[in-house]
Structures are given as C-alpha cells and as structure tokens.
C-alpha cells in the first residue's frame, strides 16, 4: 500500500506571526493500525468447530445410553412373552417404544437377536444398533453419516414359568 501525502496546517516558531501558516507535507502510514483481527477470526472458528466436536461426542453418548436403554427392555420384553411367536413383536415394541421415550427415531433402529432362543432356561442376548448423524444443525437437521452404536443385553428365560415345553433343569444359567 502506497502512503498517503496529506498537507497539514503548520504554526510558525516561537516569536513569529502566528495569523501567517504554512503548509507542510506529512506521511500518513499504517504505524497505528491495531492488529490481530485475523487473530479473532480464528479463535472464533477454532471455538465453532470445538463446540461441535464436543456437542457430537455428547450425541454418541446420549446415543450409546439410548441404545443400551432398548436393548434391555427388548430382550426384557422378549423373555417374558406369552409365546414364542409373540417374543419378537414384543421386543421390537419394547425397544422401539424406549427409543421414542428418548426422542430417537425408532424406525432407524436395527434389532436382532445375538444368541438364545425363545426355551426355558435359554440366555437370549439381543442387540440395538442406532446411527448417529456426523453433525446435528438448527433448522437444518442431521448431516452426514457418522457412527454406529451398539449396545447388547441379555436374560434368561425363566426356568419355572408355565407354557413352555420341557422342565425346569437349568444347571448355572
């Protein structure tokens, strides 16, 4: 940047005529100019994109929460079905249900049963897998693809109750 020449009103020395005033040409320069605005965009950007990391590891954890909370009343739900063709309806109403309690979007849900099955004495381990969008905006709503949750939980069907075949022998469960 080329300095800009400004004439400035100049008094006389001591003694002189103070009415005659010349004229003198200064510098105008940048010598004054407070710096560091770039230094205040950055922080401004370094503080936007930290409060988003940080407020996206919360939705993992809340996620993770949510998950685990579904898989425990699904696999709840299923060991004490009425029947083995009611278990799966259930558990899947339980879990989408919890979701729901929690604000989630149950029909993102995925819902499968780990291991066990629907007999006296049988650890049935069911899992709740939820994904988490990478970004969550104000009126914009989720972006991108982030992370997968998975929380697994797991019963035993009750070696005592009634309408189900065989006897109650569990050794341990």
């Not at 560091?36 to 996620?63: H, K, Q, R, S, Y």
């Not at 819902?111 to 914009?140: H, K, N, Q």
């Amino acid at each position: 940047m080329t300095p800009r020449v400004v004439l400035a009103p100049r008094s006389g020395p001591i003694g002189t005529d103070r009415g005659a005033r010349t004229r003198e040409r200064r510098v105008v320069d940048e010598l004054g100019q407070v710096g560091g605005l770039e230094a205040i965009v950055f922080g401004l950007l370094v503080f936007v994109v930290g409060t988003l990391v940080i407020v996206n590891a919360w939705g993992v954890i809340d996620a993770k929460l949510a998950a685990g909370a579904a898989a425990r009343e699904a696999v709840r739900a299923y060991v004490e079905a009425p029947s083995a063709s009611d278990a799966s309806g259930a558990a899947r109403q339980a879990a989408a249900d919890s979701l729901a309690g929690q604000g989630r979007q149950p029909a993102r849900m995925d819902l499968r049963v780990v291991a066990g099955d629907f007999s006296r004495c049988s650890r049935v381990t069911m899992e709740v897998r939820y994904p988490v969008p990478l970004i969550v905006l104000p009126w914009i709503g989720r972006a991108g693809h982030g992370f997968t949750v998975a929380a697994r939980h797991s019963e035993v069907v009750d070696p005592y109750r009634r309408g189900l075949p065989g006897s109650a022998s569990c050794a341990a469960a």
